[in-house]
């Protein structure tokens, strides 16, 4: 089983719609959880962290749930802007585990 | 403050050469990753240093990778010699102690160093 499991997508949504999606991951003991974000050819850039309470950051929600172990990501009010590939990272000890991505396209 | 920058952005060698990545973490930060993206699959850790010590180098594939830190300040990760399936994205990544309780920042990638291997 792989330690991050998303789905691949794509999204396809229009601009201004909400989009949501999960990723699940196999270590109960993983300590931190992020959302990186990756456009094409691209290096992976931090996009948020994932604290257990929730967190919004303008557009985008993250939640974690420990208990069935998966974290999810929200944008509200999508932007064309906002296609890319979105990775899910969980962080053991020091070493970070990443999700195969999910993408998401915005449409005018 | 300049990013953590890669050396070269693209190198295609053929089966057999020999290819020398390198990589300038953030400056101050001890942590600095190796990770590696090949086709179709996700992203997968190498290996990892504290300052010039190799912590873990579990991820790397075989022995004809080669990382080193001399200094604990860039890096290099030398592959040979290369087989096709050494293809891919290499990314490296640096981060942080935060505060005395052992939290570290967020990893901050580089822009990677595409590898074709042909």
């Known amino acids: 089983r792989k330690e991050v499991e998303q789905d691949p997508g794509p999204f396809n949504v229009p601009e201004g719609a909400t989009v949501a999606f999960n990723c699940t991951y196999s270590?109960?003991?993983?300590?931190?959880f992020f959302w990186y974000r990756q456009d094409c050819r691209k290096e992976p850039k931090l996009l948020m962290s994932?604290?257990?309470s929730g967190n919004e950051d303008g557009r985008f929600t993250a939640q974690l749930n420990r208990a069935s172990q998966y974290i999810s990501l929200l944008i509200r009010d999508s932007k064309l802007s906002d296609s890319a590939t979105y990775l899910c990272?969980?962080?053991?000890?020091?070493?970070?585990?990443f999700g195969a991505g999910t993408t998401v396209t915005v449409r005018a | 403050e300049a990013g953590v920058t890669q050396f070269p952005s693209h190198s295609v060698i053929e089966k057999g050469q020999t290819v020398t990545l390198r990589c300038d973490p953030i400056s101050g930060h001890d942590n600095l990753y190796w990770y590696r993206r090949v086709m179709g699959k996700e992203i997968k850790f190498l290996l990892h240093f504290v300052k010039e010590s190799k912590q873990d180098e579990s991820g790397m594939p075989n022995n004809r990778f080669l990382a080193e830190r001399t200094g604990g300040t860039y890096s290099t990760l030398k592959v040979q010699p290369a087989e096709l399936e050494d293809s891919g994205v290499y990314f490296c990544?640096?981060?942080?102690?935060?505060?005395?309780?052992?939290?570290?920042?967020?990893?901050?990638f580089g822009n990677g160093t595409r590898l074709t291997v042909t």
């Open positions: 994932v604290y257990s």
């Open positions: 990544a640096s981060s942080h102690l935060v505060g005395s309780g052992g939290i570290y920042s967020p990893l901050h």
């Open positions: 990272v969980v962080l053991n000890d020091y070493k970070l585990s």
């Open positions: 270590n109960s003991a993983s300590q931190s």
